[in-house]
């Protein structure tokens, strides 16, 4: 075979490719002068090497060879057996060619074949034609008094003989039903018979589970003729596709209808175990799930150990049960979600569904055996998320409630004629923090046995919920300040609830600290949770500093007047505006020390800070009412400011005093006695 000029090009420049790829192989073999001794070795290693590649392609070639030669023999015995099936096909056809004479000549045989095959059906069930009533009353009375296989064994007879009967008759093929419907008035007693003996099949397996441990004797009967009627379905079945025949009654289904009569013993079973309802017992679910919980591992234990012994294989009756229970269990449990829950219900539900039902007290029990990762869902995603909303709801809804009476009992401690509360370190305080955070703590702990999911849902909510308290605080104490100022006299001790309220901030923010470092697990630090968090922070930060200006409201409303005296002719001439100042401060100072320290020390940074501001506007602004001194030499310039730097002086001194070093950094009194130079 000659190649193409293409062919010859392709295969020249493979051999060059080969012979330069070959020479730089040997080139490297020998780059150093010792390798040239090694030259026989390589020499005998390539021929090696060639020989073995040479051996491999000759048995390939020697396979695919041996396979094309075996391939070959059987194509051609494959020809020679078509051949002989061809010849075979002729002479069939040529047989079969008179075959329609001979259906014709044997017509008459046929009939009376056919007559032969009727009379002796007849013959053989006559016994059982002419004792049909006799048999219906033996049978019935076996029925009653439980010997269920001999009264199946009857029924079968009976069954057998109608059934064989009717069958000839529709092998007449005529249309006439007279004889069809007389052989079924006659026989229908057989339907009676098999309609009772199905109820009692039925009542038994409605008592499986206490059977199958009292007498299980009784329930291998019932299954046996269960058994042997699915059987008979289904040769009946097989028989109505050749024959176009169905027997009456048939299919029976009985082992459909057995089990779905173990199906209505479990949804008995489970509804019927509700011992009483909300309005007789406040725990009458937690009450009707332990029930279930007992019922149902009890059954599966019995399903397990003891129907598995007694039941066919195929039924696969600890799996049945198991799946059973479990369709049944959530089918209760939604038509309880439906008819609605109240207050710890929803935590009661969620408990036994997430926790309980998976876990080792039931699904999970060693005496059950099951894979954790085989134990389905009791109730679906959407179904558990509705639930959870609706428990958040429900949460929601009580914390409106317990917040409003909270803020009500505040309102009415503080218009009382009695102290505030105080601590074990002798600061003022009222009892809404605690309170407040005793609702918190308890609803998280409650969730916290549920999953770690709502932990962090309730965790949310309750920084919502007591965000708003805040907010419903902070209107509560602009109302109490309100009716203070409207008429002082009404209300004896604002000066006391307000440094109580002042410590009830800061006792908000430690409690919510505790609160986040104890149920806020790592991995659960969102935006949106921060947020939500770092509001609730500020809300009660800027209540305590507006409760502190309202505080301080109190004092400078006595000492209004005194700042109207500055920087005037009267202040000039030797006004004591400023000793009166720090003096009534300091009554007012001596009722702070209810205050915890780090709010003493915001009092006196604010009250610092307030007094130094009006002391300058006096030094900086006319008004109406009080005319700013004006001066008319440098002596009067000079006098004023020293008594201004020895004003400032006086009063840094003051609140260093009540206060310690804290009110000595960066002292706005400083500014003060610089603006007078």
């Known amino acids: 075979m000659s190649m193409s000029r293409e062919q010859a090009a392709e295969v020249a420049r493979l051999e060059a490719e080969a012979q330069a790829k070959a020479a730089k192989h040997v080139a490297n073999m020998l780059a150093r002068p010792d390798q040239l001794e090694k030259v026989h070795q390589l020499t005998w290693r390539v021929s090696r090497k060639k020989a073995s590649v040479e051996a491999m392609l000759k048995t390939a070639m020697q396979s695919q060879l041996d396979g094309v030669r075996t391939g070959l023999n059987q194509l051609e015995k494959a020809l020679l057996d078509i051949s002989d099936i061809k010849s075979c096909m002729v002479d069939m056809e040529d047989a079969l060619g008179g075959v329609g004479e001979y259906w014709d000549r044997l017509r008459e045989v046929r009939e009376e074949n056919l007559r032969h095959s009727q009379l002796a059906t007849a013959k053989e069930n006559l016994k059982h034609i002419f004792t049909v009533p006799e048999t219906v009353a033996k049978t019935e009375l076996w029925i009653e008094e439980g010997k269920l296989l001999a009264a199946h064994q009857s029924l079968v007879d009976l069954e057998n003989s109608r059934d064989d009967l009717l069958f000839e008759l529709h092998r007449l093929g005529h249309n006439n039903t007279r004889d069809r419907d007389l052989l079924k008035e006659y026989f229908e007693a057989v339907n009676d018979l098999s309609s009772k003996l199905e109820k009692q099949l039925g009542f038994t397996l409605l008592r499986t589970f206490a059977t199958v441990r009292k007498s299980p004797r009784e329930l291998v009967t019932a299954l046996r003729i269960i058994e042997r009627e699915e059987r008979s379905d289904e040769d009946c079945l097989a028989k109505q596709k050749q024959t176009g025949f169905l027997p009456p009654g048939r299919p029976k289904k009985w082992r459909e209808v057995c089990m779905d009569k173990l199906g209505q013993s479990v949804e008995q079973k489970m509804e019927g175990n509700q011992l009483e309802g909300r309005e007789e017992n406040k725990m009458w679910l937690v009450r009707h799930l332990e029930v279930i919980r007992m019922l149902m591992l009890e059954d599966l234990r019995v399903a397990k150990h003891h129907l598995v012994t007694v039941f066919p294989p195929r039924y696969n009756i600890a799996q049945h049960c198991i799946s059973l229970y479990h369709r049944v269990v959530a089918t209760r449990l939604q038509d309880i979600i439906e008819e609605g829950l109240e207050g710890q219900e ?286 008319t030499s440098q002596e009067e310039r000079k006098s004023a400011a020293v008594k201004i730097r020895t004003e400032a002086a006086q009063c840094k001194s003051f609140f260093k005093d009540v206060a310690g070093d804290m009110a000595d950094f960066d002292s706005p009194f400083d500014t003060v006695a610089t603006l007078g130079e």
């Open 346 to 631: 929803y935590v009661s539900l969620l408990q036994w569904v997430l926790n309980t039902y998976p876990g080792p007290e039931l699904m999970g029990s060693t005496a059950l055996g099951l894979e954790k990762n085989l134990i389905p869902p009791l109730l679906t995603d959407a179904a558990v998320k509705r639930l959870t909303s609706s428990y958040l709801g429900n949460m929601r809804d009580n914390y409106t409630s317990w917040m409003t009476n909270t803020i009500r009992q505040e309102k009415e401690d503080w218009c009382s004629d009695r102290d505030p509360d105080m601590d074990f370190d002798g600061f003022f305080h009222t009892s809404s923090p605690v309170i407040i955070y005793q609702m918190v703590d308890e609803n998280l702990q409650v969730s916290n046995t549920i999953s770690p999911e709502l932990v962090y849902q309730v965790l949310l909510l309750c920084i919502e919920q007591v965000t708003k308290y805040g907010h419903m605080y902070k209107s509560a104490i602009q109302e109490y300040k309100a009716s203070y100022f409207r008429e002082r006299s009404s209300l004896s001790l604002f000066t006391r609830y307000m440094i109580a309220i002042i410590n009830n901030c800061d006792r908000f923010e430690v409690l919510s600290q505790e609160m986040k470092s104890r149920w806020w697990k790592p991995g659960h630090h969102d935006n949106d949770g921060a947020g939500k968090f770092e509001l609730l922070l500020k809300t009660f930060q800027e209540i305590r500093l507006e409760s502190v200006n309202y505080l301080l409201d109190e004092a400078f409303l006595d000492i209004e007047a005194y700042f109207s005296d500055l920087l005037t002719a009267k202040w000039q001439t030797g006004s004591q505006a400023i000793d009166t100042i720090c003096a009534t401060l300091n009554d007012y100072f001596e009722d702070y020390q209810f205050l915890k320290p780090t709010n003493f020390e915001l009092v006196i940074s604010c009250a610092q800070n307030r007094v130094a501001r009006k002391y300058i506007t006096a030094m900086l602004q006319n008004n109406l009412l009080r005319r700013k001194i004006t001066f």
